[in-house]
């Protein structure tokens, strides 16, 4: 009925097909009861209702027969759980996930980023999962996968997916204004395929579409403009309009004080931007991006800021 696209998705597609037939024969059963009973038992001339004292028979048979079938539900749900939550495989490969407001990034062991997660078909693939602000949630329907980031709980999860596609992975827990832009993909991959694209770390993922100002791109690469406007308008963060040279108070260790904004002010922004917050804005909200914006993308992300003027 279902494709089964990771080693265990067909055992959570048990569970579910099995509760779902329960349900439905339930469903229909007590349906045809009720109607039955309405026009056999009706209200007619002479007939006097009888009063039940008790059955034990029936007591038995309605305590027995759910057991049994919550039993064999736990048991369903058990065996699509277990390979999911057992410890990964030694050589599966690890991808550091991080997900943050409003983006998810993924880190593979040759130090590769992207912000789609690629991966070869038949290999163990180990997520370890980090939030670095709020709670969200990893899930990827098509895998039958799906787990909370919560900060400071750092959690993992493994699969092997069994053939090549491309599949929806967002952030199925509801973390704050653009919760909705946490959406990205799984690209499964044939491994020669895979391989090729993983040792090439020359071509860096954020490639500016053409008419894109690189900066930009490393900017949406990151998410940074579902808290920042290109228009004025006012989002989680200040807009990027106008804010080249601007004159501008910030609070530095809880003192207010009047700063230019240079390219100084902007590299300690994105890389400790809890160092001088914005006055009227939220401290705390934008994380560091120390180890995700290179020295080479700051320069590219200044270009832009300038050329904004
Ligand atoms: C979760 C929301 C969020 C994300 C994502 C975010 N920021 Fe911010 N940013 C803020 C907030 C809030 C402030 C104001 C408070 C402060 O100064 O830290 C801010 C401040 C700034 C400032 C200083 C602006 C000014 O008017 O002085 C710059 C520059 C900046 N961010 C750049 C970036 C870049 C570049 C990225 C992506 C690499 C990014 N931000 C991602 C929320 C965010
Ligand atoms: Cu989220």
């Known amino acids: 009925m279902y494709k089964s696209l990771t080693n265990y998705s067909d055992k959570v597609d048990d569970a579910f097909l099995f509760i779902l037939s329960v349900i439905v024969f339930f469903f229909v059963a007590i349906s045809i009861t009720i109607v039955v009973f309405l026009v056999k038992y009706r209200a007619r001339e002479g007939r006097v209702a009888k009063q039940i004292e008790g059955n034990n028979m029936l007591e038995v048979i309605w305590t027995v027969i759910p057991l049994i079938l919550v039993l064999v539900m736990f048991y369903f749900g058990w065996r699509g759980w277990k390979p999911m939550f057992s410890k990964a495989p030694k050589d599966a490969m690890v991808i550091n996930t991080t997900s943050r407001m409003w983006n998810f990034g993924f880190e593979y062991e040759n130090g590769k980023r992207t912000d789609t997660l690629y991966i070869p ?3 163990a ?14 899930y990827i329907p098509a895998f039958r996968l799906k787990q909370d980031m919560v900060p400071g709980d750092n959690k993992s ?3 092997i997916a069994n053939e090549p596609g491309r599949h929806d992975l967002f952030c199925t827990e509801y973390c704050g204004l ?12 044939p491994e020669d395929e895979f391989n090729e694209w993983y040792v090439d770390t020359t071509k860096r993922e954020i490639q ?6 690189p900066g930009l791109a490393i900017m949406q690469a990151n998410a940074c403009n579902t808290c920042h406007s290109l228009d004025g308008s006012r989002l989680v963060g200040p807009s990027y309009k106008g804010l080249w040279g601007k004159e501008e108070v910030v609070v530095t260790n ?12 902007i590299r300690r922004s994105i890389w400790e931007p809890n ?20 020295a080479a993308e ?6 832009f800021l300038k050329g904004l003027n």
């Open 298 to 303: 700051m320069d590219s992300i200044i270009v």
């Open 157 to 159: 999860v493994w699969f």
């Open 254 to 265: 809880g003192k207010k004080r009047t700063i230019v904004v240079d390219e100084e002010y």
């Open 125 to 138: 693939i180990k997520l370890d999962l980090e939030s670095i602000d709020v709670i969200h949630s990893i």
């Open 178 to 189: 653009r919760h909705s832009y946490m959406y990205t993909a799984v690209v499964v991959m």
């Open 121 to 123: 078909a038949n290999k």
């Open 208 to 213: 500016a579409a053409p008419g894109v100002h």
């Open 275 to 294: 160092a001088d917050i914005v006055d009227g804005y939220n401290k705390g909200l934008m994380q560091s991006y120390k180890d995700q914006i290179t």
